[in-house]
């Protein structure tokens, strides 16, 4: 981690601790080729720190924030450049107040849970995914596709009126009409990359909970930028985009928050073998 003003980093891939929109606007425009990134959901956790995303009392707060991060992102990515945002729902509280610390998730604990917001009811999903995408639509964003990102080992959940969540969005969105997409370095089965992703969740041990799975990561990576392209992830955590840049042979910025998340990021990257590899064909 460095003390050096974050543009006078970017001689190689490098961790920036702090406010992921006050340290991109210091950092050079068109620069990156490729974004991957999962901000923190509304109203699901407590990351402990001041300036942190998510606890909001209003989910339209939330979504104006992060359209503000991603119009940095925007500038900072090449032209031909392109962001995968990785994204999950929340429903309305139903007016309980907090949620209690549940021992093998403890940053689900909320002290605090917002009011239902005006024009939803208690129990509603609230849509946040297409909403921020129509919002990230009308700030300029190419909105070019929306992933559903299936978990086949998704976490149970104790309700008795609808069907168990299984799935998160992941949207495709580019800078420009035109812009690096690499087909056949993901195609499945020789036949183009389908809309549906299967990927189990894998629980990282360090003491990041939220974390995606590398194999979510990949082909994003693998799609949109080439070896020796700079990718950006402004919402680190465990460094998972870190950890499969590493071994695609891409540079990459990492912004986070949290400095006992830069900390488990370091060193998750520092044990991660440089080995390339290639996609999993029946993946
Ligand atoms: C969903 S997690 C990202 C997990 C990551 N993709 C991984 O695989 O480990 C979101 C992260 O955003 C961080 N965060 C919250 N607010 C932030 C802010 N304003 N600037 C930068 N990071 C922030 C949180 O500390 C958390 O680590």
Redesign the pocket.
């Known amino acids: 981690m460095s003390k050096k003003s974050p543009a006078s980093c970017l001689t190689d891939s490098t961790v920036l601790q702090g406010?992921?929109e006050k340290i991109l606007q210091q950092l050079p425009s068109n620069w990156f080729r490729c974004c991957v990134t999962?901000?923190?959901y509304w109203g699901l956790r407590d990351?402990g720190?001041d300036?942190?995303?998510?606890i909001e009392n209003d989910p339209y707060k939330y979504i104006e924030r992060l359209v503000a991060v991603f119009e940095q992102v925007r500038r900072v990515l090449r032209d031909d450049g392109t962001l995968w945002l990785n994204i999950g729902d929340s429903y309305t509280s139903g007016n309980r107040a907090y949620r209690a610390p549940d021992k093998k998730n403890p940053v689900r604990a909320m002290a605090h849970r917002a009011k239902t917001p005006k024009g939803l009811k208690p129990k509603d999903l609230i849509g946040i995914p297409w909403r921020l995408a129509f919002a990230l639509q009308e700030a300029g964003w190419y909105l070019r596709g929306d992933i559903i990102w299936e978990k086949p080992n998704c976490m149970p959940e104790s309700v008795k009126d609808r069907p168990t969540r299984a799935h998160e969005y992941v949207f495709q969105l580019s800078k420009s009409l035109r812009y690096h997409y690499d087909q056949a370095n993901v195609r499945v089965n020789g036949r183009n990359r389908r809309t549906v992703w299967s990927i189990p969740t894998e629980p990282f041990s360090g003491a990041?909970f939220?974390?995606?799975p590398p194999k979510l990561v990949e082909p994003c990576v693998l799609a949109s930028s080439l070896p020796g392209d700079w990718v950006l992830d402004?919402?680190?955590?465990?460094?998972?985009v870190g950890a499969v840049c590493e071994q695609q042979d891409r540079r990459y910025v990492g912004?986070?928050?949290?400095p006992e998340?830069v900390q488990i990021a370091l060193e998750r990257i520092r044990c991660t073998a440089r080995t390339l590899f290639t996609l999993d064909a029946t993946s």
Not at 234 to 240: A, H, I
């Open positions: 406010d992921a999962s901000p923190p990351y720190e300036d942190q995303i998510g990041h939220a974390t995606f402004p919402f680190f955590g465990s460094g998972t912004i986070e928050l949290n998340y």
